[in-house]
């Protein structure tokens, strides 16, 4: 598991001169590559050097899209769109996963945004529900797994874990 950090944003920043910095992150991991079964790369939620670095390792992108920000939807296209350049450009294609957070069928733009999804051929892998659970265990600073263990949102990112692990597999 490689974790997004702030100071990531430095080595944004002296990837842009370099040549080929878009593989920086590929020929980084070549090395230690076949040593793992999984590896799991947490990125900024923007298309910038080091997600553009991610998304040429990635054989699969799970891109989360919160319901209560209909600019994800848009921010989804986006991403879509960057992995059909690298695609173009280097025959880099991973499947794109969106899943949606903070979902609340009682609300009508979970819905919409979910139909949304739908009609743009992006159907989301799962749909984790909003919960107060997740704030709590945020500002509690404990893994949502210790602090609510059967809760909801625990049990629908677990049935996601699940899910990924098959579709990864094939």
Request: proline share 8%; glycine share 6%; hydrophobic share 50%.
């Amino acid at each position: 598991m490689i974790p997004g950090a702030r100071e990531l944003a430095g080595v944004e920043m002296s990837l842009v001169g370099e040549m080929g910095r878009e593989r920086f992150l590929h020929n980084a991991l070549d090395p230690v590559i076949a040593t793992y079964q999984r590896i799991v790369i947490d990125t900024p939620p923007n298309l910038g050097l080091l997600t553009v670095n991610a998304l040429v390792c990635a054989d699969t992108v799970l891109a989360p899209v919160s319901p209560e920000d209909e600019a994800s939807v848009q921010g989804i296209v986006e991403l879509r769109a960057t992995i059909a350049k690298l695609a173009r450009l280097g025959g880099f294609k991973p499947r794109l996963l969106p899943l949606l957070t903070r979902w609340a069928p009682q609300r009508i733009i979970s819905e919409v945004i979910d139909q949304a999804l739908i009609e743009l051929d992006l159907p989301p892998v799962a749909r984790i529900p909003a919960r107060t659970a997740v704030a709590q265990a945020a500002a509690a600073q404990v893994p949502l797994a210790v602090s609510a263990r059967d809760g909801a949102v625990t049990l629908a990112y677990d049935r996601l874990v699940n899910h990924m692990a098959e579709v990864v597999s094939r």
